[in-house]
């Protein structure tokens, strides 16, 4: 296993099949995918797209989950205005696994679900997704349990689908349990 640390960032930037230069960052809320891909950008200069500001529908009150093909060609797009570097990050191992196909380099933050409930309640405000931070701290501990739940729950955003998508990836991977 690597450490989330530099040497996650600090490897030779891989290059994709298309000569497009890629990572994918998938793992549970609060695992640390937003720091990551702050680093890659930092270091490579590479643009990054967090999941979250895409998957969801922006005109409803309720989460819903915006179509994956839908989401997918806006994906794509990102991905082909940025063929100097890109980094996709999120929860979303169906979003992840449509990026798969132009070869990045995949990297797993399978770090435990405790620690990640802990992180989320000192997380900076995150204005894209709450209007305040008096909502942001009001969602900490429906956001903690599920991401307590990640081990037992279903769907796209389970670890089960995380390990499904990094166990058949045949391209560049990394996966870290640790803690940082």
């Not at 890659?40 to 969801?56: N, R």
């Not at 915006?66 to 997918?72: L, M």
């Not at 990297?107 to 620690?115: F, K, R, S, T």
Request: charged residues 25%.
């Amino acid at each position: 296993m690597n450490s989330h640390d530099g040497s996650l960032v600090s490897n030779k930037r891989g290059e994709g099949l298309s000569g497009t230069c890629g990572w994918v960052i998938l793992g549970n809320s609060g695992s640390g995918k937003s720091t990551l891909a702050r680093r890659l950008m930092t270091e490579h200069g590479a643009s990054v797209l967090d999941l979250d500001t895409v998957a969801w529908r922006a005109d409803l009150d309720e989460p819903v989950r915006r179509p994956v093909g839908e989401v997918a060609q806006e994906l794509d797009a990102f991905i082909e205005a940025h063929p100097g570097g890109w980094v996709l990050e999120g929860c979303y191992e169906d979003l992840i696994a449509h990026a798969l196909h132009r070869a990045p380099e995949l990297i797993w933050l399978d770090v435990p679900a405790q620690v990640c409930a802990q992180r989320i309640r000192s997380r900076a405000f995150e204005p894209h997704k709450y209007a305040s931070p008096e909502a942001q701290r009001a969602a900490a501990d429906a956001l903690a349990a599920w991401i307590n739940a990640y081990d037992v729950r279903e769907g796209p955003m389970s670890h089960a689908a995380h390990a499904l998508v990094y166990e058949s990836y045949a391209g560049p991977k990394r996966r870290t349990t640790d803690a940082a």
